[in-house]
């Protein structure tokens, strides 16, 4: 046996066999640390899998080798090799980030069950991104859902309004993923078949009322998990009263993976790339997703203007930037596909190093407030100095990843002469001015002399260095722009290259 | 329109299912309630998908002891067996197409209760499981696996061709007979350790659906226009015949192979087609009013979806519950409303006391009551719109 053969399949399967015995393990140190190496084992796993597809192409693994339309599929081409690569890349960066963020936060004693909760969500998002298996795509879904629920209910210790917030979120994400699961009832109705690419083939010139329904309740059922704007009551709660870390971890890849799924139905499955207008889709890209992302990014920006609370104002702030992904996706067109797949990578290295540099200023100051942030530059730099230059890539300052998707998102828009979303971009981008800009300024403001702050100590080394790696990561790539734009065009072919791959 | 309703009467529960604990998730305030509502609104889904996996006078999925027994002892045991795996394997595959031009259209439906029912059932399962077929023949790159083919493919196809014109003449079993001596090309290309699981497996499919679906709706056309009143029967009985005949051929081909270990594949497959065209001639057994020996299977792949989606439920369900029993320990309540005035006591007054929650519930209710217009006190110093304010 040949384990390069059976690549696609370890990153799930590692995980999902591993997680559990996590729980058996001493509280503490020695949990944390087999966590930590088998997140860093999936990282290399993830990391080869986007290497043999950036190499030799989309690679299709037949699970317990039966083949498709009968069997499980894991598909791997460059758009969720991508993704896992993201994943597993911000999970290898987040363990060893939350083993001084976690003592602080949780009770001890939980920390075994908070590293396996946090694996499990790691692979059930790896899962949902790997599968070529539309029903597999629910139960993985689930399998991080779940775990989600109860790593948000853990900030409980912090805030007990995390339960509540974790309440509405199990709501909330068991109605989508049983809208989800009616609208792919809908469709193997229709076509007999749960293959994605074998449905692909058979639901060309079958547009009916059943597929159209069908579609819709996917659409509904994949925006309540993404957080899209109408829906997405349940996000900033959420993340607001999460622990740090798990609130890093989600916000750079949950919403990621949803709207992942969205791009894959919307794109390899009801195909708007080759013309053929399934589902109304067309009609729903440019009437329903486009609106909702525009007056998302915009009301979602100015909600955030007015937070109190960083953590929060960082939620509202990942709503609005959903829109500016949604808003790609809608052009329907490659190059508004691949300046959403960039703004997924690259959203994720900002609100990632944010939402670290967030968890820093609560381990060190014990809470998140605005009023936290006061006179931070000198108190704490190494921090201030990480949140300023990611909050600037999240306001789209050139030389960051920010800049980079933004550009990309404006050039598609031209292309596709939409005039008024171009300018919205430009609008809430300003609006990104003001409440980071807030923020800064609070954290440059020098000290009052008559009343000076008590002096902190930097946040400890092993939550620096994570948080770091992502800010070099945003500066880095914000200057080397071809490797993103390069592997997201490609992935965006790479949507195309399902359909193509005519079965 | 009644009957149009009666017909459909359990898309209708689960309608309102579905409506009945959406409206409990949304209306109501105790966290418990909700949980139900929700536990109402994911029933309805299982309903809908045992709904989708039902087939007319199917069975379930299970192989009754002595089915197809004693019949033709030409297959073996061997034979009998792999064409039973293709039976089971039919209700993958057909049963969903079947479903699926169910509900397409209201055309397709009605065929059922014609004359002509036959011949468009016959197309319609040769048309549905055409594709998996043909694209797999183009995945073939095996010289030898298409030289065993084109073997196997020319003598299946002359018998075939044979039996099609036979059947005006109502000679079909000399034509059967005829058929199931087809012998399966005993040579070396067989033995030949380059011909894998894949290649032969697409012989197999290749075969089986190239009889099916060409010949075999020939055949059934050519037995319709008869017009014999056993038309059907007819047709029956020759897919039965047929069906024997392709399992005998695939067991021939599985004892050849076995050290390949394909035979199951092939046999499998092959039974899989020819089951479908089975099917369809039982279907017009049906109509004639004649009772059927054979099994019909509903589609078992919605049940053990909907088995998944249960434990996902229950999982959910118990997680919900964890957190309300977790909610009701932080606020000693679990209605919504008391605990959103809980929460704004807790940011804009005094934070987060955790043994006076429940009396800050009550006092903060009964501000509530007192004060709905009022801007509070509290509230006003911040201006921190809540998640609700937007929506």
């Known amino acids: 046996m040949n384990l390069i053969e059976q690549l696609p399949a370890l990153p799930i399967i590692t995980p999902l066999l591993l997680a559990p015995i996590t729980i058996l393990l ?23 899998l986007l290497h043999q597809v950036y190499m030799h192409g989309p690679i299709s693994y037949f699970l317990g080798n039966w083949a498709p339309p009968l069997g499980i599929e894991y598909r791997v081409d460059l758009a969720n090799a991508l993704l896992l690569f993201l994943i597993s890349a911000i999970g290898a960066l987040v363990f060893p980030y939350s083993y001084a963020s976690i003592m602080a936060e949780i009770d001890e004693r939980q920390t075994p069950f908070f590293y396996a909760a946090l694996l499990l969500c790691m692979t059930g998002l790896l899962g949902v991104t790997i599968t070529g298996d539309a029903f597999n795509v629910f139960v993985f879904l689930e399998i991080s859902s779940l775990s989600t629920y109860a790593l948000v209910a853990l900030g409980a210790r912090q805030d007990r309004r995390a339960l509540t917030a974790a309440f509405n979120y199990l709501v909330m994400g068991t109605i989508g993923a049983t809208f989800f699961v009616i609208g792919l009832g809908l469709l193997y109705q229709a076509t007999g078949t749960l293959n994605m690419a074998d449905m692909q083939g058979k639901l060309v010139g079958l547009d009916n009322r059943m597929v159209q329904s069908g579609f819709a309740f996917i659409f509904v059922g994949m925006g309540l998990k993404l957080a899209m704007f109408p829906l997405h009551l349940w996000l900033p709660n959420a993340y607001a009263y999460a622990p740090s870390s798990v609130t890093a971890f989600l916000a750079a890849t949950a919403t990621k993976v949803a709207l992942y799924v969205l791009i894959r139905f919307f794109y390899s499955i009801f195909h708007a790339a080759n013309g053929i207008d399934i589902g109304s889709l067309f009609a729903t890209l440019q009437y329903v997703v486009m609106p909702v992302a525009v007056i998302g990014m915009f009301v979602a920006s100015l909600v955030a203007v007015f937070q109190d609370d960083v953590k929060r104002m960082l939620a509202y702030s990942s709503v609005a930037q959903i829109g500016y992904m949604l808003l790609g996706l809608s052009l329907g067109s490659e190059a508004g596909l691949s300046a959403t797949m960039v703004h997924m990578f690259n959203h994720a290295l900002m609100k990632g190093a944010l ?40 306001v789209g300052v050139p030389l960051t990843v920010g800049f980079v998707s933004k550009w990309m998102l404006l050039q598609a828009t031209f292309e596709v002469g939409q005039w008024i979303p171009s300018f919205l971009i430009v609008a809430s981008s300003l609006i990104a001015v003001v409440y980071v800009g807030r923020i800064i300024e609070i954290m440059l403001r020098s000290p009052d002399p008559d009343n000076p702050l008590p002096s902190v100590k930097e946040a400890p080394l092993l939550m620096l260095v994570p948080m770091w790696i992502l800010v070099i990561a945003n500066v880095y790539l914000g200057l080397q722009t071809d490797l993103t734009v390069d592997i997201a065009k490609g992935a965006a072919e790479a949507f195309d290259l399902v359909v193509r791959g005519a079965r | 329109m009644l009957q149009f309703i ?18 409990i998730v949304f209306s109501r305030g105790n966290l418990v309630k909700k949980i139900i509502g929700l536990n109402i609104f994911q029933t309805s889904v299982f309903i809908f998908y045992i709904t989708i996996g039902k087939v007319a006078g199917g069975t379930a999925p299970i192989l009754p002891a002595d089915h197809d027994k004693g019949g033709h002892d030409e297959g073996g045991h061997d034979g009998e067996e792999y064409g039973e795996e293709g039976h089971s394997e039919e209700g993958h595959s057909e049963e969903g197409h079947s479903e699926g031009s169910i509900s397409e259209a209201g055309g397709h439906e009605t065929d059922a209760h014609e004359t002509g029912a036959h011949e468009t059932n016959a197309h319609e399962t040769g048309g549905h499981s055409s594709p998996p077929t043909t694209s797999e023949s183009h995945t073939a790159n095996d010289a030898n696996a298409f030289n065993l083919e084109g073997k196997l493919d020319n003598s299946l196809h002359d018998k075939v061709a044979n039996v099609s014109n036979n059947v005006s003449n109502s000679d079909i079993k000399d034509a059967l007979i005829d ?11 067989l033995q030949d350790p380059s011909l894998n699981d894949e290649s032969l497996h697409v012989v197999g499919s290749n075969l089986s659906g190239k009889i099916s679906n060409d010949e075999l709706t020939q055949i059934t056309k050519n037995v319709d ?34 050290p390949l270990h394909t035979g199951g ?76 005035a809980a929460d704004d006591i807790a940011e804009f007054g005094q934070k987060g006391s955790y043994e006076g929650a429940e009396d800050l519930a009550k006092e903060a209710k009964a501000a509530n009551k007192i004060s709905t217009h009022k801007p509070q006190a509290g509230t006003s110093q911040t201006g921190t719109p809540q998640s609700g304010s937007i929506s």
């Open chain 1, 355 to 394: 939402f670290m540099a967030v968890g820093c200023v609560v381990f060190r100051l014990g809470g998140h407030r605005i009023s936290h942030f006061t006179g931070l530059a000198r108190r704490m730099p190494w921090t201030a100095g990480a949140f300023i230059i990611s909050g600037l890539s999240l």
């Open chain 2, 225 to 258: 226009k008869d017009g014999l009143s056993e038309g059907s029967n007819a047709a029956h009985g020759l897919a039965i015949e047929l069906e024997n005949g392709t399992k005998a051929l695939a067991s021939e081909l599985a004892s050849k192979t076995d």
């Open chain 2, 179 to 189: 058929l199931k001596t087809i012998k399966v090309p005993d040579s070396a290309i």
């Open chain 2, 265 to 340: 594949h092939t046999g499998g497959h092959t039974g899989e087609q020819t089951s479908g065209v089975h099917e369809s001639s039982l279907s017009a057994g049906h109509q004639t009013g004649e009772t059927v020996g054979e099994l019909i299977y509903s589609n078992p792949l919605p049940h053990v979806l909907i088995l998944t989606a249960i434990v996902v439920g229950v999982a959910t369900t118990a997680v919900g519950l964890a957190l309300a029993v977790r909610i009701r320990e932080a606020y000693g309540t679990l209605e919504e409303d008391e605990l959103e």
């Open chain 2, 6 to 23: 009666l017909e459909r009467y359990n898309y209708w529960i689960v309608i309102i299912l579905m409506m009945t604990g959406l409206y």
């Open chain 1, 26 to 48: 001493p509280k503490g140190k020695i949990s944390w640390l087999y966590a930590t190496a088998i997140s860093w084992l999936i990282f290399f796993f993830c990391a080869m």
